[in-house]
């Protein structure tokens, strides 16, 4: 679950378009996007396909949470990305932190918090850990609550076939939701089948090396630094990548994202920054 501090992300000028892995800003300044909305555009910004669908779904006026195809087509989206699985949709997080405390799971009236496999691990985790695409996550006994390339995806919970009916039942989305959330799930399919089991992140060697001097640890396309850290070093620390025209996440419990793609000077910025 996202937690950021919205003060830091106003030390921003005004953001007039995001694409790709790029934020313009008012006064002509471009920004490489580190944080991508905690990991809701890990693929990029204004992907062309799922605005398609979210055009063509809006301009059939299916804006009411209602049964509709749609939905088969977004869990047919999920099974490819988890196989053998079943599905639980709510509106939002909220919605499925509720549905979470009613099956005992998590205490009620606790604060939502889930394991993050960016992070290093202290061992193996088990309960409810959160999926992000491009990590290997072999874990057991645990429920998957995804963080999906689409920043108004419904949340979603990610069970085993014999959990299906401890919990309650999902809710239904509206399609002009689920369309172009189930265009996006297929595009990160597709990307995922790019990659090879020895190759589950972009090749940046330069930032690999600085990584050896640096407070930054990463895992796949993922960097980290210490959750906990105190509160005004951080800010110091956001301050820094901003002026040097990178965004990184509003708190340290969050990870950098690293870009699929990065131009060689964008390459050697960031690798000042780092050490």
């Known amino acids: 679950m996202a937690c950021f501090d919205r003060q830091l992300l106003r030390l921003l000028p005004r953001v007039l378009r995001a694409r790709d892995f790029h934020l313009y800003l008012e006064g002509g300044k471009r920004l490489v996007d580190l944080w991508r909305s905690g990991g809701r555009a890990v693929l990029g910004h204004k992907p062309p396909r799922v605005l398609g669908e979210l055009k063509n779904a809006a301009e059939r006026g299916l804006f009411t949470p209602l049964p509709h195809t749609t939905e088969k087509r977004f869990i047919k989206a999920l099974a490819e990305l988890f196989p053998g699985c079943t599905f639980c949709l709510y509106t939002d997080e909220a919605s499925l932190y509720r549905a979470l405390q009613e099956s005992g799971l998590v205490p009620a009236n606790s604060a939502g918090s889930f394991h993050d496999p960016a992070f290093p691990s202290q061992g193996n985790e088990k309960g409810i850990s959160l999926w992000r695409p491009f990590l290997e996550q072999k874990v057991i006994d645990t429920i998957f609550v995804p963080v999906l390339p689409w920043p108004r995806v ?27 959330a189930a265009r996006a799930l297929h595009d990160l399919s597709a990307t995922l089948k790019t990659f090879s089991p020895n190759q589950s992140r972009p090749k940046y060697p330069k930032v690999e090396k600085a990584l050896a001097k640096s407070l930054w640890r990463r895992r796949g396309i993922y960097l980290t630094v210490e959750p906990d850290m105190d509160r005004t070093q951080y800010e110091a620390l956001f301050r820094r990548f901003l002026e040097a025209g990178f965004l990184i996440p509003p708190s340290p419990a969050e990870p950098a994202i690293l870009p699929l793609t990065m131009s060689p000077g964008e390459e050697s910025k960031l690798v000042e920054l780092l050490v």
């Open 154 to 180: 419904p949340a979603v919970l990610v069970l085993g076939k014999d959990m299906e009916n401890s919990f309650p039942a999902g809710e239904l989305i509206p399609p002009v939701l689920l369309a172009p």
